[in-house]
């Protein structure tokens, strides 16, 4: 089902080429203000760049392991070194005591240092004659880490930091190459910033469905997560319900290592604190599961206008109608 769809959106590898052509760069700005305005998000060539780039990826970690051998480019090793910064500005910006339990407000002095410090962090990932791109790209790094001023944390920012990856791709700074890497390294090493946040600030989850929501922060996991199980020969679905087998198998698989940050994070029952994935469990095969997944992303996240009012566009995601 992903290899159908794949084509209508950009893989890595010819993101770059295209590029070139035009390197009149903008500052994103919101386009959808309506829930009419709906139509023209699917029909565009950012609908199609985006899910071109998260099946892309879906493809390449099926079956692997996160300690698997892959390469490791210089412009990951930047990446890692800028969220290795967000991180070290956590451990910088302690919490503030302050009546009410969620929503620490230390969390936007975290943010005002990244909101300050964005462009010039994005320059020092991108390739010089790319530098012209800083500006336009660090929109969506500052878009995927929470909002400010409600101190909350969902899908939508977790999307501006895929979407932060894709315009790195476009401008050529990260390549097909780099596929294992932009998941295992970049994308874990976001998840761990993010987690720590969520923690330090207690962000509040943005839009969160409770209960009936896959999980109250992230997504993506759960898709590239679950293809990474794909014909695995032991672990199934009916599996990741059991802590025994979290445990010994988290480091090697992103699912599993977002069951156990919600096992952290929650008590009661698995079934109660999270029925959707609870209902996942019993679906026999992973490649269902992630099938399922991606359906469901499209459905809940990518075509719900509360989270798709918040999405920027510029020139390297465009609203522009997809290219026939």
Known sequence: MAETEQQSGSAPEDEAAEDTACDTYMIPKKEISMVPDMG??????????????????NEGVKGK????????????????????????WINETPPVDQPSRFGNKAYRSWYAKLDQEADALVSAVLPAEKSAAAPEIAVYLKESVGNATRIDYGTGHEAAFAAFLCCLCKVGALRIDDQLA????????????MRKLQRIYRMEPAGSQGVWG?????????IWGSSQFVDHPTVEPRHFIDERVV???????????CIKFINEMKTGPFAEHSNQLWNISAVPSWSKVNQGLIRMYKA?????????????????????PTKP
């Open 40 to 57: 023209k998000w699917k029909r565009s060539q950012a609908y199609a760049d985006y899910m071109g780039f998260i099946l892309t990826l």
């Open 65 to 88: 392991k996160l300690t698997c051998e892959y390469k490791v480019s210089e412009t990951v090793e930047k990446l890692l070194d800028l969220l290795e910064t967000l991180d070290r």
């Open 182 to 193: 932009i998941v295992f390294k970049v994308f874990n090493r976001y998840l761990s910033v």
């Open 214 to 222: 896959l999980d109250d922060f992230q997504f993506l996991p759960f």
């Open 247 to 257: 445990n010994e198998h988290h480091q090697d698989y992103m699912f599993l290592d």
């Open 300 to 320: 809940e996240c990518l075509e719900k206008f509360p989270v798709i009012q918040h999405f920027k566009f510029g020139s390297l995601l465009s609203l522009q």
